[in-house]
């Protein structure tokens, strides 16, 4: 299948053996990124889409083009594998940002931040502005040589993290697939008639962010049926893990290993060029 769109990452942490041994740290920090602001899916002045409206609606806006609903499918992230609506999670809650260069991406490690009840007041994470509980990254790039598929890459917390934010305490864990849905009912709603054509989602988990990172969307056609084999990867928060696993293995395992869910998607551009032929 022709590359034909854009290669999206958002993330929000990688695991042990991806990125490096820092503290979470959610500032920009060498400049490879814009400041989207309050999930408003800016970059450099433009929309990126993340239908933030009133309306409530978890869906891409069909009025996007391919590089704007690339941008803002990751930008849904903590809504869709949540399961978790505008009213339990503002969007004044999430901060977006965009990086255009990759190596920057892997060193985000942006975590989920919760009042200090405990404690002098303020927020539970390193150097995050008061308000913001959550954060998401977004790094754009043209598809190249080691995937011959467009593909979005998303990253987010699982919905038991997002549960531990006041308001969204009844997160019910989403999948990859609930995502890869969006993006093709974004593409029918380009077509000028429906297709009879289909996009089938295949989830192929993996066990470590190493796995993740080097894995890419495949696709296998037969008939008019396009599958899109599709890394994903859910970790357990630490306590969950605790609890089934013991705390001997804890020395080996990075705080942010845990509670994190990874996707790897069919971009809007490939699932489009599938679904009109093109």
């Known amino acids: 299948m022709k590359s034909t769109g854009w290669a999206v990452i958002l993330g929000l942490s990688l695991l042990s053996g991806c990125g490096d041994d820092n503290d979470k740290e959610p500032d920009d920090k060498d400049g490879g990124g814009q400041d989207a602001g309050n999930n408003d899916g800016n970059s450099g002045g433009e929309d990126a889409g993340n239908n933030s409206s009133g309306d409530g609606i978890i869906a891409l806006d069909p009025s996007d083009d391919v590089e704007a609903a690339a941008n803002s499918i990751c930008a849904l992230a903590p809504w869709v594998l949540g399961k978790l609506t505008k009213e339990e999670l503002p969007s004044s809650k999430i901060t977006h940002k965009i990086r255009t260069e990759q190596s920057v991406f892997v060193e985000d490690k942006p975590p989920v931040c919760v009042d200090d009840a405990d404690g002098g007041g303020g927020m539970l994470c390193d150097e995050q502005p008061t308000g913001a509980t959550v954060f998401t990254y977004v790094y754009v790039g043209e598809a190249d040589a080691a995937s011959a598929v467009d593909q979005v890459w998303c990253k987010s917390e699982n919905y038991s993290d997002l549960a531990r934010i006041p ?44 796995e993740w990172v080097i894995a890419m969307v495949e696709t296998r056609q037969e008939g008019d049926t396009l599958t899109a084999s599709s890394p994903e990867l859910y970790v357990d928060t630490k306590e969950i893990y605790v609890a089934a696993n013991g705390t001997d293995a804890l020395p080996f395992v990075r705080d942010d290993f845990f509670g994190n869910h990874y996707c790897k998607l069919l971009s809007p551009a490939a699932a489009l060029a599938w679904l009109s032929g093109k």
Request: proline share 5%; hydrophobic share 35%.
């Open 167 to 210: 308001g969204a305490e009844g997160a019910k864990r989403g999948e990859c697939a609930d995502m890869h849905a969006l993006i093709v009912s974004w593409a029918e709603a380009q077509l000028e008639e429906p297709s009879k054509r289909k996009i089938v989602y295949e989830a192929a988990p993996k066990e470590r962010g190493s």
